[in-house]
């Protein structure tokens, strides 16, 4: 949760444009995605009380501790991204589809020598075209009949040329809207045309089709033909809504990233869009602060010098040369800073894009290609899109990142400071270089019953929940919590070390393995003893990993850090002991959280497996039956006899183990 989220100041910020907005409760875990046309109004509406709007809803606006958004240009685009991030996170409050059903795309399966115009729900790496995806499936239908009728495209489903001759032409030929390819009565080339006609009108050369359209509608209106006239009003729409351009969705299914930089002074946010599948899945942003050096190029651009009096300088009135030079030094220090971005950004990026998309060519982009491509065993690459639906996401991504410059400025930098800063504090306070990943590990057992370990990560002040791991204590017995610690970060150095190895023999990046990604930090609940396990097992195992100790006073509230035998106080009011304090409490979390769910399985299966007869099918059978071990103690005979697996030996078996004192 941002502790810094003021909802009826960031209600304020709201802007009145179409988009997708974002619904997070206190853990940040996404309660609902939802699509406005105005997001202002929208939003708002959940936030001023409704009667009879539904429990369901009042109880999701209970739970909802700050919201974000993604401006889009329409709603069509708002609608495409909206369905993406639903499949994406599968929010708890929004419906969720069963099937793999999505919108409508047009298909042109160019890849055949005679190709066709279909309707299809999927896109493939088939080699065919893909126009897409579209908001009405009725209109892609209708625009589909329309081209067939316009350019006489086949829609049967022979193999062509292969199958030329062998059957008789179907009905279309019959009615004219189709010249029988199929019999060799059009040559490949002239059928081809028709293809590329309509092609063209799906790239978006629509205006002489929706033009002939316009036309015969008002020919069947001057008749009286009013119901013609609709038809050709409602097609002419359809038309008009498929060849409409969204930047939601590529066709071609790659992974790509989109970067856009806005600036105000010497503050910038990055904006980046995540495309994965073809799909724009979630977006981030970061807050920068422009180095001195670009700091003085854009101090070169402004046009205007106050005097040592506080006024301005008199200048010369600005031509358009001088425009044009101030525009190149912006551009400049532009592609210095989204190049110093890219270089940090994805120095700790465990996945890598094959493409990355940049408003502007950067500084040493050759070098930085080659050094991301090395990084991901294969090619990346860094584009600046000029025209087309990449250009245009491009310039989605600017709006953004000046939206969040503008209305986020002061939330990002706090942010920024709670969870990046935060971590620069605590490497500044134990003297190393950078810190990026940070591992923490915890013990829980009850008198070293079910002894369980627990690591948890954070990236970027963060936590990562994906990457955190549960640990069965396996070989230390009783109440042992240094020989548990030794053996739960043995065993996840040592699976690390057995991944990396096995990405290297099959040359995949690391992003194939998640324990491969080594921590540049462990912190340790716990001081001098914990400290020097951990420290132990990394010289044991050849690894050169810092180990720290999060230390906590007589009232077991945390303290400070404990690093190379000595402890060093950390500002109980700064940004980095706040961290340090999550971190740890995250950690005693998860392990307390998987103890306490090992032990229950437990004492259900000590109990249970006392009754002599009862295995694991009746056991798991009375168990779904009856919910609980209590209902199963309280029922009868009769009532344990009717559950799945069970017959009146075992049901007598179940009730006298229970009842004891009865059967005397």
Same mark, same amino acid.
């Given at each position: 949760?941002?502790?810094?989220?003021?909802? &009826?100041?960031?209600?304020?910020?709201?802007?009145?444009?179409?988009?997708?907005?974002?619904?997070?409760?206190?853990?940040?875990?996404?309660?609902?995605?939802?699509?406005?046309?105005?997001?202002?109004?929208?939003?708002?509406?959940?936030?001023?009380?409704?009667?009879?709007?539904?429990?369901?809803?009042?109880?999701?606006?209970?739970?909802?501790?700050?919201?974000?958004?993604?401006?889009?240009?329409?709603?069509?685009?708002?609608?495409?991204?909206?369905?993406?991030?639903?499949?994406?996170?599968?929010?708890?409050?929004?419906?969720?589809?069963?099937?793999?059903?999505?919108?409508?795309?047009?298909?042109?399966?160019?890849?055949?020598?005679?190709?066709?115009?279909?309707?299809?729900?999927?896109?493939?790496?088939?080699?065919?075209?893909?126009?897409?995806?579209?908001?009405?499936? /009725?209109?892609?239908?209708?625009?589909?009949?329309?081209?067939?009728?316009?350019?006489?495209?086949?829609?049967?489903?022979?193999?062509?040329?292969?199958?030329?001759?062998?059957?008789?032409?179907?009905?279309?030929? @019959?009615?004219?809207?189709?010249?029988?390819?199929?019999?060799?009565?059009? $040559?490949?080339?002239?059928?081809?045309?028709?293809?590329?006609?309509?092609?063209?009108?799906?790239?978006?050369?629509?205006?002489?089709?929706?033009?002939?359209?316009?036309?015969?509608?008002?020919?069947?209106?001057?008749?009286?033909?009013?119901?013609?006239?609709?038809?050709?009003?409602?097609?002419?729409?359809?038309?008009?809504?498929?060849?409409?351009?969204?930047?939601?969705?590529?066709?071609?299914?790659?992974?790509?990233?989109?970067?856009?930089?806005?600036?105000?002074? =010497?503050?910038?946010?990055? &904006?980046?869009?995540?495309?994965?599948?073809?799909?724009?899945?979630?977006?981030?942003?970061? /807050?920068?602060?422009?180095?001195?050096?670009?700091?003085?190029?854009?101090?070169?651009?402004?046009?205007?010098?106050?005097?040592?009096?506080?006024?301005?300088?008199?200048?010369?009135? &600005?031509?358009?040369?001088?425009?044009?030079?101030?525009?190149? &030094?912006?551009?400049?220090?532009?592609?210095?800073?989204?190049?110093?971005?890219?270089?940090? /950004?994805?120095?700790?990026?465990?996945?890598?894009?094959?493409?990355?998309?940049?408003?502007?060519?950067?500084?040493?982009?050759?070098?930085?290609?080659?050094?991301?491509?090395?990084?991901?065993?294969?090619?990346?690459?860094?584009?600046?899109?000029?025209?087309?639906?990449?250009?245009?996401?491009?310039?989605?991504?600017?709006?953004?990142?000046?939206?969040?410059?503008?209305?986020?400025?002061?939330?990002?930098?706090?942010?920024?400071?709670? =969870?990046?800063?935060?971590? @620069?504090?605590?490497?500044?306070?134990?003297?190393?270089?950078?810190?990026?990943?940070?591992?923490?590990?915890?013990?829980?057992?009850?008198?070293?019953?079910?002894?369980?370990?627990?690591? *948890?990560?954070?990236?970027?002040?963060?936590?990562?929940?994906?990457?955190?791991?549960?640990?069965?204590?396996?070989?230390?017995?009783?109440?042992?919590?240094?020989?548990?610690?030794?053996?739960?970060?043995?065993?996840?150095?040592?699976?690390?070390?057995?991944?990396?190895?096995?990405?290297?023999?099959?040359?995949?990046?690391?992003?194939?393995?998640?324990?491969?990604?080594?921590?540049?930090?462990?912190?340790?609940?716990?001081?001098?003893? @914990?400290?020097?396990?951990?420290?132990?097992?990394?010289?044991?195992?050849?690894?050169?990993?810092?180990?720290?100790?999060?230390?906590?006073?007589?009232?077991?509230?945390?303290?400070?850090?404990?690093?190379?035998?000595?402890?060093?106080?950390?500002?109980?009011?700064?940004?980095?002991?706040?961290?340090?304090?999550?971190?740890?409490?995250?950690?005693?979390?998860?392990?307390?959280?998987?103890?306490?769910?090992?032990?229950?399985?437990?004492?259900?299966?000590?109990?249970?497996?006392?009754?002599?007869?009862?295995?694991?099918?009746?056991?798991?059978?009375?168990?779904? $039956? /009856?919910?609980?071990?209590?209902?199963?103690?309280?029922?009868?005979?009769? @009532?344990?006899?009717?559950?799945?697996?069970?017959?009146?030996?075992?049901?007598?078996?179940?009730?006298?183990?229970?009842?004891? *004192?009865?059967?005397?």
């Amino acid at each position: 949760m941002n502790p810094d989220f003021d909802l &009826q100041e960031e209600l304020k910020k709201l802007p009145h444009k179409p988009g997708v907005y974002i619904m997070h409760d206190k853990k940040d875990a996404i309660l609902y995605v939802g699509k406005a046309i105005n997001l202002n109004r929208r939003v708002h509406q959940y936030f001023v009380r409704k009667l009879g709007r539904g429990a369901k809803i009042e109880r999701m606006v209970s739970r909802i501790a700050w919201f974000e958004y993604i401006v889009t240009d329409s709603e069509l685009e708002a609608l495409v991204l909206e369905n993406n991030l639903i499949k994406e996170n599968r929010p708890k409050y929004n419906t969720l589809l069963k099937d793999d059903k999505t919108y409508p795309y047009i298909k042109v399966t160019v890849q055949e020598e005679y190709p066709r115009v279909l309707f299809t729900r999927k896109m493939k790496k088939d080699g065919a075209r893909y126009f897409g995806p579209f908001k009405s499936a /009725f209109a892609v239908k209708e625009t589909i009949e329309l081209l067939r009728k316009l350019y006489q495209v086949r829609d049967c489903t022979r193999n062509l040329p292969r199958d030329i001759g062998l059957e008789r032409p179907c009905l279309n030929y @019959q009615i004219g809207q189709c010249q029988a390819p199929c019999q060799g009565k059009i $040559s490949k080339e002239a059928y081809q045309e028709g293809i590329h006609k309509a092609l063209r009108f799906l790239s978006g050369n629509y205006k002489p089709v929706v033009k002939m359209l316009e036309e015969r509608m008002q020919a069947a209106s001057a008749e009286m033909d009013f119901e013609t006239a609709a038809k050709m009003r409602d097609l002419m729409q359809n038309v008009i809504s498929v060849t409409q351009k969204q930047k939601m969705e590529s066709t071609d299914g790659e992974d790509r990233d989109v970067l856009a930089l806005a600036m105000d002074g =010497t503050d910038a946010v990055v &904006q980046v869009f995540y495309v994965r599948g073809g799909k724009l899945i979630g977006r981030d942003h970061s /807050f920068l602060r422009i180095g001195e050096e670009d700091e003085a190029l854009l101090a070169q651009a402004q046009p205007d010098e106050e005097t040592p009096e506080g006024g301005l300088r008199e200048t010369e009135p &600005q031509d358009a040369g001088t425009d044009d030079a101030r525009d190149r &030094q912006e551009l400049r220090v532009k592609a210095s800073v989204l190049s110093t971005f890219v270089r940090q /950004f994805y120095a700790s990026c465990v996945f890598l894009p094959k493409e990355i998309l940049l408003e502007t060519r950067i500084e040493d982009q050759e070098l930085i290609e080659e050094w991301l491509s090395a990084r991901r065993g294969r090619a990346v690459h860094l584009r600046t899109p000029l025209r087309g639906t990449y250009s245009r996401l491009v310039q989605m991504a600017q709006e953004n990142a000046a939206l969040v410059l503008k209305m986020d400025r002061e939330r990002a930098r706090l942010e920024e400071g709670r =969870t990046i800063g935060a971590m @620069q504090e605590i490497a500044s306070a134990l003297g190393l270089p950078h810190l990026t990943r940070v591992e923490a590990y915890d013990i829980s057992n009850t008198s070293g019953v079910e002894s369980v370990g627990s690591m *948890v990560v954070f990236e970027k002040g963060k936590p990562k929940r994906s990457d955190y791991r549960k640990f069965r204590i396996r070989t230390v017995e009783g109440p042992n919590d240094y020989a548990s610690l030794r053996e739960v970060i043995f065993r996840r150095l040592t699976h690390g070390l057995e991944e990396e190895k096995s990405l290297e023999e099959r040359a995949l990046a690391a992003k194939d393995g998640s324990f491969s990604t080594f921590p540049d930090l462990i912190m340790m609940d716990g001081g001098k003893g @914990q400290v020097h396990i951990a420290e132990e097992v990394c010289k044991e195992l050849g690894l050169a990993i810092p180990v720290c100790g999060m230390v906590k006073d007589d009232y077991h509230r945390t303290r400070g850090l404990y690093f190379h035998d000595r402890e060093l106080p950390i500002n109980p009011a700064s940004e980095g002991f706040k961290l340090i304090t999550r971190v740890q409490d995250e950690a005693h979390r998860f392990a307390i959280e998987y103890h306490r769910s090992l032990r229950g399985k437990a004492q259900t299966r000590s109990l249970l497996d006392e009754i002599e007869g009862i295995g694991p099918a009746r056991r798991k059978a009375l168990l779904r $039956s /009856f919910g609980s071990l209590e209902a199963i103690r309280d029922a009868d005979e009769e @009532q344990l006899s009717h559950a799945p697996s069970m017959n009146a030996a075992s049901a007598r078996k179940v009730y006298e183990f229970f009842h004891p *004192v009865s059967t005397k």
